[in-house]
């Protein structure tokens, strides 16, 4: 049994404030933490991203291989997200193969990135029916202060906008070598909430994590539309409070594709 | 005071001195076993750790927390190795998940394992962790800092050994407690400390109970 | 070619280390931590504990387990890795902690485990030895108690010479002989040693000398990575204490009225 007892006690603080709409670390309500993004972090990578938002930190990398199609899909390449807790991010954290956690938030980063079609998987094929790329994303929890959800979509989406394609020789990746960039149209990002008795905070720091109900992530693009959504844990959301948090989350995330234009240029 | 910082394996003295805690000899030669500051007093060599937990020791005062419950007893979290038990039968009112305490360690075994004695239930407050290498400060020689610190915050206030400072008391105080804290953590390590905390909380302050 | 003159693939000498930089204390949540790049190399080091060793039957009476996990992330190898841990990632983890081990007082803390992890972000050769030396920082970190810092470096052969270092282009030459050492810098007692290649003794003394000399620089950096963490931190808390004083005296004030 190991224990995170002093950030649950932590919880109903967090609420004693919120009753009060205040967080404890004196952001408003729909505030991001700070982040930070530094792209091309593993050159190994065929494009990686380190995010730390607040004290989270994540970092994602992509690696491009090439497989056969799906048979339902012959005329398609695809992508495959990963995640992993890795111990090294909390004390609570265990080495050993993904858990639900991890699982979950792998699936809700890939139908964000998916459903948006921000890549074209059309675009990946190689040779019809026999050879397309696949896209590995895969991403590493390093410290966890809350909300790897958001840090997670962001690290992906950077990851992937810093993306090389390898270069091919008689349909074999040649190391080293690249023939171009990976299109990537669009940039969903998901923007997660928590929802804390009768309040409702945009993206969660640990403490708040510990006290929230419920949570609800939306993946959104830059043409205001919606990519995915996944609501969590046991508590429950209203329409209205639903609706409110998409237009939130067309707003906020724009600050965070902002972060990441601002990154690309520099 | 300027003291010397050494990392773990770096030679303090090559003098025959007298060892305190964190240092060890080889060769005739006195070492650092970890990362802190090198104090010498009346012959007494020693390194004041920078980092580390909370190793129990007979005697002293901690803050603990019911991080579970079993059918007769509660298993306490002590910010140290292990979890310590504290059987039901010692308490009158029912404890759970969340609930904090303080006690006394009675006794610790060879392998660091505690009793603890002296059990006391803290209703309300909230517990401010420290670095456990920094309490002695926070108490203060004769308990003149924390003396300093109940009267100039007016909150009440148990200094865990192992590094939880349990506390209550009005918003703005725990929060000017809490900056106190922070300052005594960070100039733990420098003379006058309590000189310095009690211009902050001003020496009127401190008169009045 | 004497050796004075001879420039390597990426133009170091016989016996240059690739520029290597730690960081301690990067993680908030673990107990100690540290950033090292080391060339292409970039790791992170967490440790937490000494903590009761769980499940109970694996602890030991007599002293903490040390144990150390080492993995490399898929995308930190030029062909992407399984993201399941490979014979290779165990036995390096087994072997890693043991060389710890001997460093740390580990009888102080009987039915505990001092857990390390280290993960590899991007590699080019000699990830183990920076694992290694970055674990060793964190480890002083998290203000464990050791005899001495453990400092790792690898040294090998390739193209006829014996150099310090190798890059993954000197590892795959046909003569590569590769062996990654890992020494306590005081006594320099030598706490990981292992070797792949054919080599003769006296190669394989210079080698060794050559790794030696590594470590030792190695330590260098690693102990300045620390006194610059700490010390720097006092210096600029000093700083900031100022500010926090006049915030502290007001508040004083104001209870007083």
């Given at each position: 049994m190991r224990d995170d007892i002093l950030w649950e006690l932590q919880a109903d603080k967090v609420k004693d404030y919120l009753r009060r709409s205040q967080r404890l670390d004196g952001r408003a309500l729909t505030d991001y933490r700070p982040f930070t993004l530094q792209l091309d972090f593993s050159k190994n990578a065929h494009g990686s991203c380190r995010v730390q938002l607040g004290k989270t930190d994540v970092i994602v990398g992509v690696k491009m291989d090439v497989a056969e199609p799906y048979p339902d899909t012959p005329d398609e390449g695809s992508i495959t997200v990963g995640a992993e807790f890795t111990p090294l991010a909390s004390p609570v954290f265990e080495p050993g193969p993904p858990d639900q956690n991890a699982t979950e938030l792998a699936r809700v980063v890939d139908r964000c990135i998916r459903e948006s079609k921000a890549l074209d998987f059309k675009k990946l094929v190689i040779e019809e029916g026999s050879k397309v790329w696949f896209v590995f994303i895969d991403i590493y929890v390093a410290n966890d202060c809350g909300n790897l959800f958001d840090a997670s979509s962001l690290g992906a989406l950077g990851a992937l906008l810093n993306t090389k394609v390898p270069k091919l020789e008689d349909g074999k990746v040649v190391k080293g070598?690249?023939?171009?960039r990976l299109e990537v149209s669009k940039m969903p990002l998901l923007t997660t909430f928590a929802k804390i008795e009768n309040s409702i905070v945009l993206d969660p720091a640990l403490d708040e994590e510990k006290a929230m109900d419920a949570r609800l992530s939306i993946g959104t693009t830059e043409e205001r539309l919606i990519s995915a959504m996944q609501k969590g844990l046991g508590g429950s959301f209203k329409q209205a409070e639903i609706e409110q948090c998409i237009d939130i989350a067309f707003e906020k995330s724009e600050e965070l594709r902002d972060g990441l234009r601002k990154a690309l240029k520099g | 005071m300027n003291s010397r910082l050494v990392i773990p394996g770096e030679l303090v003295t090559e003098k025959r001195m007298k060892l305190g805690p964190h240092v060890f000899v080889e060769k005739g030669k006195i070492y650092s076993d970890t990362l802190g500051l090198v104090k010498m007093e009346r012959g007494v060599v020693r390194v004041v750790p920078l980092q580390g937990k909370y190793m129990p020791k007979a005697n002293d005062v901690v803050v603990g927390i019911v991080v579970a419950e079993e059918y007769s007893f509660y298993i306490i979290d002590i910010n140290s190795f292990y979890y310590s038990f504290l059987p039901k039968e010692e308490i009158k009112l029912p404890l759970k998940k969340g609930s904090i305490v303080s006690a006394k360690i009675a006794r610790v075994n060879e392998i660091n394992e505690v009793s603890l004695s002296n059990i006391r239930v803290l209703h309300g407050g909230e517990i401010i962790p420290i670095a456990p290498t920094r309490v002695p400060r926070v108490i203060g020689k004769n308990a003149s800092m924390l003396k300093l610190l109940q009267h100039g915050t007016k909150c009440a206030i148990i200094v865990g050994m192992n590094g939880w400072v349990w506390a209550k008391g009005r918003e703005e105080n725990i929060r000017l407690l809490k900056k106190a804290l922070q300052k005594i953590e960070r100039e733990?390590?420098?003379?006058n400390l309590t000189l310095k905390i009690q211009k902050m909380l001003s020496s009127k302050e401190a008169d009045k109970v | 070619m004497a050796d004075e003159e001879y420039r390597r693939v990426d133009g170091r000498k016989v016996d240059e280390l690739r520029p290597i930089k730690i960081i301690p204390s990067v993680l908030s949540r673990a107990e100690g931590s540290a950033y090292i790049e080391w060339g292409q190399n970039k790791a992170l080091a967490a440790v937490f504990g000494p903590r009761e060793a769980l499940?109970?039957?694996?602890?030991n009476p007599t002293k903490a387990l040390v144990n150390y996990v080492y993995r490399m992330a898929t995308f930190s190898v030029p062909d992407r890795k399984s993201p399941k841990p490979g014979r290779r990632e165990i036995e390096i983890s087994k072997v890693s902690g043991e060389a710890l081990e001997k460093a740390i007082f580990v009888e102080r803390f009987p039915n505990t485990t001092i857990d390390i992890y280290v993960h590899i972000f991007d590699s080019n050769a000699g990830t183990r030895c920076a694992a290694l030396t970055a674990a060793s920082v964190a480890l002083a970190d998290a203000g464990i108690p050791m005899r001495d810092l453990v400092a790792a470096c690898a040294v090998g052969r390739a193209n006829g010479k014996i150099i310090l270092d190798p890059c993954k282009d000197e590892e795959d030459a046909s003569d590569a002989v590769d062996m990654p050492l890992a020494i306590m810098p005081r006594t320099k007692e030598v706490v990981l040693l292992q070797m792949d290649g054919l080599i003769s003794k006296e190669d394989w003394k210079k080698a060794f000398e050559f790794g030696l000399k590594g470590c030792l620089e190695v330590y260098e950096i690693q102990k300045r990575a620390l006194k610059h963490r700490y010390e720097a931190l006092a210096r600029t808390e000093q700083k900031a204490i100022k500010a926090v004083d006049k915030q502290l005296m007001d508040a004083a004030e104001s209870l007083e009225r």
């Open positions: 070598e690249y023939a171009g | 733990s390590h420098l003379s | 499940p109970q039957h694996i602890q």
